[in-house]
């Protein structure tokens, strides 16, 4: 269950997605904007998200399928880290 | 491909027809009553315009995106608030079309429309929302009987009382966050409209769109099930931007045809004579020009894009940033064209009752500062573009 990566992500999103439930009570697939993320919200996650890793996120990948889950964030973290534009 | 070429050749001489003959005679008395454009609308529902971007298969007139736009434009030219009450139609319409999803309620429901040529308001806006539309306070509620009810609460409704259908964002059922919002088609049957205020504003006012708290029950049939945020991106708010730009774009080229037909008059008395009106006209064009550029190349982007695999780069946050800069852009530009007529004109364009007049143009150009207001889209783009690489 250590997975470094969704740990950060579970950090980030705990300080910015404003959630009204515990981060940790949400599965790794479930839908954050159904669980009340909003898009204000999701602009802060993402620019923590690129503070957090040390990355860049391409346009093509600023949508919100990207960041709709952790899941999906870790998936897109690792496309970036594996292929750097 | 030439039997869509003819369609929306067809398609466009009849709605220059229309704007010419009806549109355009009955646009002051509109505008003077705040009455909706009972004779445009008519007209538009007997050249069977109102189901236009319904593909043929449902029976509809098939025609393209890029001639609904320009029928927009066309109408705003002769009297805006036709104009505005077309395009928020064909909004909701390509909505449906969109996103239907083979739902065999909706495709059956396009054919009612196509047939009876029905008038679909949209229930969006709600008192306590602050204007954002990606969150809704007002819920689906199951009645207890298997069918379903809502009940909101909307600072404005355009047309809704002469509306055949009213499509509505809600949240998805009582215990689903703001923003988990679906819309539901309810008939004007199914519905009950209490007044909630007046329409008498400075402009655009024969779209007749005073509050109302907005009671409807209807089957589970009628939720459209695409989740409303993917409609949103995809259709609802790049659609709304560039087809109410087609319509303000109309409304500063018929301010900029009044200021032309006054210099040319002038000159025309005095052939050879200096005409400083000309140039000051010839400021007013380059805006104009550059106007009409920004709406064409929105529209072109939206195609693009919208015919992209999955429609891929409508989900994006760059293409939000690029309608929402067309809307701003359409903002700024229309007023200030129709301004800029009435200094070249003068007291002539000052007056109600002169061929000249642009008083109607300018109160109508406004709303497109409030159409979304220019405030909240520049609180929007404010966070986009801190995280957006290329605008």
Not at chain 2, 182 to 198: D, F, K, Y
Not at chain 2, 303 to 329: C, G, H, I, Q, Y
């Amino acid at each position: 269950m250590t997975d470094p990566i969704r740990d950060d992500i579970r950090r980030v999103l705990a300080e910015h997605a404003r959630l009204p439930a515990d981060v940790q009570s949400i599965p790794d697939a479930a839908d954050l904007f159904a669980a009340g993320m909003t898009s204000h919200a999701s602009v802060n996650v993402m620019l923590a998200l690129e503070d957090t890793f040390d990355v860049e996120f391409p346009d093509a990948m600023l949508k919100r399928s990207v960041f709709e889950s952790v899941d999906s964030i870790a998936v897109a973290l690792q496309q970036i880290k594996v292929s750097p534009e | 491909m030439t039997v869509e070429v003819d369609a929306d050749q067809a398609f466009r001489a009849s709605i220059r027809r229309i704007a010419d003959d009806v549109a355009r005679a009955h646009a002051d008395g509109v505008d003077r009553e705040a009455r909706f454009p009972t004779e445009a609308v008519g007209a538009l529902r007997e050249a069977r315009a109102l189901s236009a971007l319904v593909p043929e298969e449902f029976g509809g007139g098939g025609v393209s995106l890029e001639a609904v736009a320009r029928a927009c434009h066309d109408l705003g030219r002769a009297c805006a608030a036709t104009g505005m009450i077309f395009a928020m139609h064909q909004i909701q319409v390509a909505t449906i079309v969109r996103h239907l999803d083979g739902s065999p309620w909706f495709q059956d429901y396009l054919g009612e429309l196509c047939r009876d040529q029905r008038l679909i308001a949209s229930v969006t806006s709600e008192v306590g929302t602050g204007g954002d539309m990606s969150r809704s306070i007002a819920a689906v509620t199951p009645a207890g009987d298997g069918e379903l009810t809502l009940e909101k609460n909307a600072p404005t409704v355009s047309y809704g009382a002469h509306s055949d259908d009213l499509l509505t964002t809600v949240r998805r059922a009582p215990e689903a966050e703001a923003s988990d919002q679906v819309m539901v088609l309810h008939r004007a049957s199914q519905t009950e409209l209490e007044p909630a205020g007046t329409w008498d504003t400075i402009g655009m006012r024969g779209t007749c769109s005073p509050g109302f708290l907005v009671r409807a029950r209807f089957s589970a049939d009628q939720v459209l099930a695409a989740p409303f945020s993917k409609m949103m991106n995809e259709s609802i708010v790049p659609l709304s931007h560039i087809l109410w730009s087609h319509v303000w774009l109309g409304v500063a080229t018929d301010a900029f045809e009044r200021g032309r037909s006054f210099v040319r008059a002038s000159a025309r008395r005095t052939p050879g004579a200096p005409v400083p009106a000309a140039h000051a006209l010839s400021r007013v064009m380059a805006e104009l020009s550059m106007f009409r550029s920004d709406v064409a190349s929105a529209l072109a982007d939206f195609r693009a894009w919208s015919d992209a695999p999955d429609r891929e780069p409508l989900s994006t946050m760059v293409s939000v940033l690029r309608f929402n800069n067309l809307k701003l852009a359409a903002s700024e530009h229309a007023p200030r064209i129709c301004s800029g007529v009435l200094e070249v004109v003068g007291i002539m364009a000052y007056k109600n009752d002169s061929p000249y007049g642009v008083g109607r143009h300018m109160r109508d150009a406004l709303s497109a500062r409030l159409m979304v207001a220019n405030e909240r889209i520049h609180a929007i783009d404010a966070s986009l573009l801190m995280i957006a690489k290329e605008v």
